[in-house]
């Protein structure tokens, strides 16, 4: 089945640094890529929406200039949290739809990326 | 705006049943549920794409009531394994998932 690789898993980091979190889709070709962010105790709330060869779209409340999406290729999207800050700390996941076997899209989620900032 | 999940949480001792209801304020396409354990990322359990269809994999089904804008996970003689957190994700104009239900079984 579809297989989305997301590092990495964890990363922990100072104040004022950046921090770049990579999804591949390993056997298919994802031109869309969800980005989600999730706080403990609490549901993924889809930050954005990278497409491949465009610019990404963001949702309401979420700052494009401190969370950079780049969508690659047709196999590579990264998420990258520029000057980051303690409330940036949370568990960010990507995923990308694919053809179930029903026909219709399912998300395949990446293992998630924790990020700690000091 | 997000899908409601009832209840929050819920415990049940191995072998009881549950069920987690999903309502959205939108129309809805389709219906995704999906379970996510502590620390990892959610795994897909089944999708609805039809008002009034129902579907199940083991002793996990689920119905979509589209009419209602509603859609209900079933758990029957839950296992320990079935412990996670679920979440509904409803197919409208954007994928939004819902605010989750917390599920433990104890032995």
């Known amino acids: 089945g579809a297989v989305v690789s997301q590092h990495p898993s964890w990363v922990i980091c100072k104040s004022g640094t950046s921090v770049k979190i990579e999804c591949r889709s390993l056997?298919?070709?994802?031109?869309?890529m969800f980005w989600y962010r999730q706080f403990p105790k609490q549901s993924l709330m889809l930050m954005a929406t990278?497409?491949?060869?465009?610019?990404?779209?963001?949702e309401q409340g979420v700052e494009k200039d401190k969370f950079l999406i780049n969508h690659a290729s047709l196999t590579l999207s990264t998420l990258t949290v520029t000057s980051a800050h303690p409330e940036d700390s949370s568990f960010y996941i990507c995923?990308?739809?694919?053809?179930?076997?029903?026909?219709?899209?399912?998300?395949?989620f990446g293992a998630g990326s924790r990020l700690t900032v000091l | 705006q997000q899908p409601v999940q009832s209840p929050q949480a819920v415990i049940l001792r191995e072998g009881e049943d549950a069920v987690i209801n999903c309502s959205s304020s939108k129309a809805l396409y389709s219906v995704h549920w999906y379970r996510q354990k502590h620390g990892e990322a959610p795994v897909f359990l089944m999708i609805l794409l039809k008002g009034g269809e129902q579907k199940g994999h083991e002793k996990i089904s689920a119905s979509f009531n589209e009419k209602k804008q509603q859609s209900s996970l079933y758990l029957t003689a839950s296992q320990l394994s079935y412990s996670g957190t679920y979440f509904c994700?409803?197919?409208?104009?954007?994928?939004?998932f819902g605010t989750g239900t917390r599920l433990t079984i104890i032995p």
């Open positions: 056997d298919f070709q994802a031109t869309t």
């Open positions: 990278s497409n491949e060869g465009s610019k990404a779209t963001y």
């Open positions: 994700l409803f197919g409208n104009e954007k994928l939004t």
């Open positions: 995923s990308a739809p694919g053809r179930g076997h029903s026909g219709a899209n399912v998300l395949t």
